[in-house]
């Protein structure tokens, strides 16, 4: 590190446990938001859950379907590529091992779909073994429209774009394909701890 | 090209700070000298600022660049002060003429415009949302662009207008640019302009009617994003005509 900022002391740093934040990333304590167009508002009625692409036969919840499997509370903490991460954010959810439970699929690459045309592309297996939920609460309340609600993806090990908002189902692929943010320059996988914040990183 | 500028690896430059513009009292514009080797940007993309301490502590931020990318060889940001902000009081007090400046891009490929998408063009900003704005008003009069354009810009108050010389110099071409001003704690007497938050009737007679199929860039503190976006949904625009930009986790 050669280059300095005259001056630059920075804020006082104990306020991170150390290992804790990956690099480049601030601690804050609010809830930011991002994303690219206005917030969808999909009636409940009208929600469903899909799992589509490579497998035999496509799985479709409704809200309350969806709401009568079996939930998990999560607490994790969070990393967006715009920097801020979040320490021990509680979710509540259904793990996406309990979606795909029962599903043989050659499928290697996930496209997670939303409402508002939103898609991010992940390999399966950063989906599976207890790593992936779709969550509908936070905070131990439902989650609101902002933040992603009724239901948004959680993908905590990687940057929280790949967290997809609005999150209507799964789409079972065989090879990789680009989502929304990647195709606009953003990392293909995205782990914080590696700082793949953009094509290339 | 924007494909090309947004898919190459984005290193870490450093530009130079050759001039510093105050805009407000809590505003500054810093413009950064470029290398050669600046793929150029597009209107609306932004860079990610790096800042290093003596001690090897970094702190990374994203800011809008508010240069037309007419504007060759340096590329303008503008930094608007966040009280406790870690970085923003920095750039904005501590910056000067000289200092080098880390930083990389050009980032952001959606929230960009490029007179293809054509128009109408009805972009909303709140504070310090202008400035990605600013890029694509001032792309347009570089390129001499007849775009209908209408700005609506919510402040605080008049001495926190940004850019507020330039836009109305930019107005009074008539070359299809028309700005609306709100602002929303303190008026100067006899103003005239909208004195409210934006809202559904302000949208109705600044925006444009959705069948004269207009593109909208909103940027601001998320509440103005959120309530101006979802007006303009329930005014008939098609979602995916509306781009979002959202500065701070929370009002401002
Ligand atoms: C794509 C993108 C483009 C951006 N472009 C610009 C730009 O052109 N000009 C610009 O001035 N900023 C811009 N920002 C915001 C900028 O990246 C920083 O977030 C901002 O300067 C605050 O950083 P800080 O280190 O001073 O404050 P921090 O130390 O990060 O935060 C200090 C406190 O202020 C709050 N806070 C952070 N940001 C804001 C805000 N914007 N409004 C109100 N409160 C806030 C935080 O929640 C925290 O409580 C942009 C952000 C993004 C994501």
Redesign the pocket.
């Known amino acids: 590190m050669d280059f300095i900022s005259r001056g630059f002391r920075g804020?006082p740093r104990e306020q991170a446990p150390a290992g804790r934040l990956p690099p480049g990333q601030?601690m804050?304590?609010?809830f930011?938001v991002?994303s690219a167009g206005p917030t969808p508002h999909t009636p409940l009625s009208r929600w469903t859950f899909s799992i589509t692409g490579e497998i035999d036969e496509p799985r479709q919840w409704t809200w309350e379907q969806f709401r009568a499997l079996p939930t998990e509370t999560i607490t994790k903490d969070i990393h967006c590529v715009?920097?801020?991460s979040k320490f021990d954010t509680v979710w509540e959810g259904v793990s996406v091992d309990t979606l795909l439970d029962g599903v043989d699929t050659t499928a290697e690459y996930v496209l997670a779909f939303s409402d508002g045309g939103y898609t991010t592309n992940i390999p399966l297996q950063d989906l599976t073994e207890g790593k992936a939920w779709v969550a509908f609460a936070f905070g131990g309340e439902p989650l609101e429209p902002e933040h992603g609600g009724p239901a948004r993806l959680l993908v905590p090990h990687l940057y929280f774009w790949k967290s997809a908002k609005w999150v209507r189902g799964l789409r079972l692929m065989s090879e990789n394909s680009p989502g929304f943010w990647e195709t606009y320059g953003y990392h293909d996988y995205g782990d914080p701890w590696r700082e793949q914040r953009y094509s290339g990183d | 090209m924007a494909r090309a500028a947004v898919q190459r690896r984005l290193t870490w430059r450093r530009g130079r700070v050759t001039r510093r513009v105050d805009e407000t009292p809590r505003?500054r514009t810093l413009v950064l000298a470029l290398e050669e080797d600046w793929p150029g940007h597009l209107a609306g993309q932004?860079v990610d600022?790096r800042l290093t301490a003596e001690d090897g502590y970094q702190?990374q931020?994203?800011?809008?660049?508010?240069s037309a990318p007419e504007d060759v060889g340096q590329l303008a940001?503008?930094?608007?002060?966040?009280?406790?902000?870690?970085?923003?009081?920095?750039?904005v007090d501590e910056l000067t003429e000289g200092d080098q400046l880390e930083f990389r891009g050009p980032?952001?490929g959606y929230?960009v415009w490029d007179e293809t998408p054509g128009g109408p063009l009805l972009l909303v900003a709140g504070?310090?949302?202008i400035?990605?704005l600013m890029a694509m008003i001032r792309h347009r009069a570089a390129r001499g662009s007849r775009v209908p354009t209408r700005l609506l810009y919510s402040s605080r108050s008049l001495e926190d207008v940004i850019y507020r010389e330039e836009v109305d110099l930019l107005a009074a071409r008539s070359d299809g640019l028309e700005v609306f001003h709100t602002l929303t704690r303190d008026r100067p007497a006899g103003w005239t302009g909208y004195a409210r938050r934006i809202d559904l009737e302000m949208l109705t007679e600044v925006g444009w009617r959705p069948d004269e199929g207009p593109l909208g860039f909103v940027c601001g503190?998320t509440p103005l994003v959120e309530a101006v976006a979802e007006a303009l949904v329930q005014l008939g625009w098609s979602p995916d005509r509306v781009k979002t930009?959202?500065?701070?986790?929370?009002?401002?």
């Open positions: 804020r601030y804050v304590r609010d930011p991002l715009t920097k801020w | 505003v932004h600022v702190a931020r994203s800011y809008s660049i508010a940001i503008t930094v608007e002060r966040i009280g406790d902000g870690e970085v923003s009081p920095y750039l980032i952001g929230f504070g310090s949302g400035c990605p503190p930009e959202r500065f701070g986790p929370t009002g401002g």
